[in-house]
């Protein structure tokens, strides 16, 4: 990046001054310095954010452009949207912070990041707070974010841009340079450095700063949630202290960072009573859609269990009379018919041989018997898994009891029988709990 290139700058004008000046007085990286740098780099690229238990925290400090320069201490806002990324896939996180300390940047890469903070501000809680300084481009950015916390003695505002022109045609002139541009195109080389800037090109550059001002206002307006007017309101190049940007709707809280993150951490952590008083609608939606799928596996279950004991036993009745008389057993069975409807249809076990008949009698009251067991057996509490579940509260306070404190044992139990915890929601639900 030359400081001498025409750039659009979104960027704190005292701190884009001071920038430059250090870029001066450094002059530019040896090899060496640059190869370090580049190691470094890619060591940070490995670690794009950090966590704080469910919070994933971005950092976003110092000037920012698209590609950064770590030589020149600018942080890039491709690597900041990649952090911001990563933690939005991340399962694990259940809330992202952007950490913010920034004067802005160049406007080049600012409205990418944003457009990246909207999208994952709408997948996860997105989070920020301004420790000392959030201005131009980094409110250009951090305005997406579902809340703004800052301290009272931060610096938060400077909404607007800046072009630089350098006028180096003095120098020139010193040096004995004549530098001609040819161009193809009236406004091909207008603004350059090596002219002083004419009305048309101030004209021309205006416009430019113009319509990327337009876009920063559209921006803070959307993530800020106000008219286009109230964004003017706060969009005046000024640079307020949190109390005053509080009252301007510029941020939403002054507090510390540390009770910002705990408050943060508490939402994310919203106890279930707080969450059915709170959200009533979507509390009874997740315990009816709960029931449903419990009444519908305690179906499932018992008639597999009555299915298992069929087919034992139609099993023993095949032994006792024979496959012949067992298949019909089986078909009698597979109808559905109570065992005494069973009985009026003695034509089905007549007995095969008039000389076996008290042997066939015999067989057949064993059969009959063994089939109103099968089709009595769905009556059968026995039959019904939840006759066994065992009782939720119990098994908490058998693990409090064991030195665990209710919430982790309530944890536990639910993970390792889950059951025990259906059947307590689905108890609590018909007492109107």
């Known amino acids: 990046m030359s400081i001498q290139s025409q750039r659009l700058w979104a960027m704190e004008p005292q701190r884009l001054a001071g920038l430059f000046r250090d870029m001066k007085a450094r002059g530019l990286p040896d090899t060496a310095a640059v190869a370090a740098m580049a190691a470094s780099g890619q060591d940070r690229e490995k670690r794009f954010y950090e966590r704080q238990g469910v919070l994933a925290v971005v950092d976003m400090s110092g000037p920012l452009s698209k590609d950064g320069s770590y030589w020149w201490g600018i942080g890039s806002t491709r690597e900041?949207?990649?952090?911001?990324?990563?933690?939005?896939?991340?399962?694990?996180?259940?809330?992202?912070?952007?950490?913010?300390?920034?004067?802005?940047?160049?406007?080049?890469?600012?409205?990418?990041?944003?457009?990246?903070?909207?999208?994952?501000?709408?997948?996860?809680?997105?989070?920020?707070?301004?420790?000392?300084?959030?201005?131009?481009?980094?409110?250009?950015?951090?305005?997406?974010?579902?809340?703004?916390?800052?301290?009272?003695?931060?610096?938060?505002?400077?909404?607007?841009?800046?072009?630089?022109?350098?006028?180096?045609?003095?120098?020139?002139?010193?040096?004995?340079?004549?530098?001609?541009?040819?161009?193809?195109?009236?406004?091909?080389?207008?603004?350059?450095?090596?002219?002083?800037?004419?009305?048309?090109?101030?004209?021309?550059?205006?416009?430019?700063?113009?319509?990327?001002?337009?876009?920063?206002?559209?921006?803070?307006?959307?993530?800020?949630?106000?008219?286009?007017?109230?964004?003017?309101?706060?969009?005046?190049?000024?640079?307020?202290?949190?109390r005053q940007a509080l009252e301007l709707g510029l941020v939403d809280r002054l507090e510390s960072r540390a009770d910002f993150i705990n408050r943060i951490v508490q939402e994310v952590h919203m106890d279930?009573?707080?969450?059915?008083?709170?959200?009533?609608?979507?509390?009874a939606a997740h315990r009816a859609e709960v029931e449903t799928e419990l009444s519908a596996k305690a179906e499932t279950d018992r008639q597999s269990a009555v299915a298992s004991e069929q087919s034992r036993v139609l099993g023993i009745v095949d032994v006792l009379v024979g496959e012949e008389l067992g298949a019909k057993v089986a078909a009698v069975v597979a109808s559905g018919v109570s065992a005494e409807q069973a009985k009026a249809m003695g034509a089905f076990l007549a007995p095969a041989a008039a000389g076996?008949?008290?042997?066939?009698?015999?067989?057949?009251?064993?059969?009959?018997?063994?089939?109103?067991?099968?089709?009595?057996?769905?009556?059968?509490?026995?039959?019904?898994?939840?006759?066994?579940?065992?009782?939720?509260?119990?098994?908490?306070?058998?693990?409090?009891?064991?030195?665990?404190?209710?919430?982790?044992?309530?944890?536990?139990?639910?993970?390792?029988?889950?059951?025990?915890?259906?059947?307590?929601?689905?108890?609590?639900?018909?007492?109107g709990k």
């Open 272 to 283: 279930l009573k707080t969450f059915k008083a709170e959200h009533a609608d979507t509390a």
């Open 80 to 242: 900041i949207g990649a952090g911001l990324l990563q933690a939005a896939a991340d399962p694990s996180v259940k809330a992202i912070l952007l950490d913010v300390d920034s004067p802005g940047g160049t406007v080049d890469g600012t409205e990418e990041l944003a457009g990246i903070a909207r999208i994952v501000a709408a997948q996860k809680p997105l989070y920020v707070y301004a420790s000392d300084l959030m201005a131009s481009a980094a409110y250009w950015i951090g305005s997406q974010a579902k809340e703004i916390g800052t301290q009272a003695s931060a610096q938060i505002g400077s909404i607007g841009v800046v072009l630089t022109h350098t006028d180096w045609s003095g120098w020139d002139e010193q040096m004995g340079v004549d530098i001609t541009y040819l161009t193809a195109g009236h406004f091909k080389a207008m603004g350059n450095p090596d002219e002083p800037l004419s009305d048309e090109a101030r004209a021309y550059l205006q416009q430019q700063l113009d319509e990327v001002y337009g876009l920063f206002l559209d921006a803070v307006a959307a993530g800020r949630r106000v008219s286009r007017e109230q964004a003017m309101a706060m969009a005046d190049g000024k640079i307020f202290l949190g």
């Open 356 to 431: 076996q008949q008290g042997q066939e009698s015999e067989a057949q009251r064993e059969a009959l018997g063994l089939l109103k067991e099968a089709t009595q057996k769905p009556l059968d509490n026995a039959a019904d898994p939840r006759a066994t579940t065992p009782d939720f509260d119990a098994l908490v306070e058998a693990e409090i009891k064991g030195g665990l404190s209710r919430g982790k044992a309530v944890t536990k139990v639910i993970k390792e029988h889950p059951e025990a915890h259906a059947a307590w929601l689905s108890k609590r639900s018909k007492e």
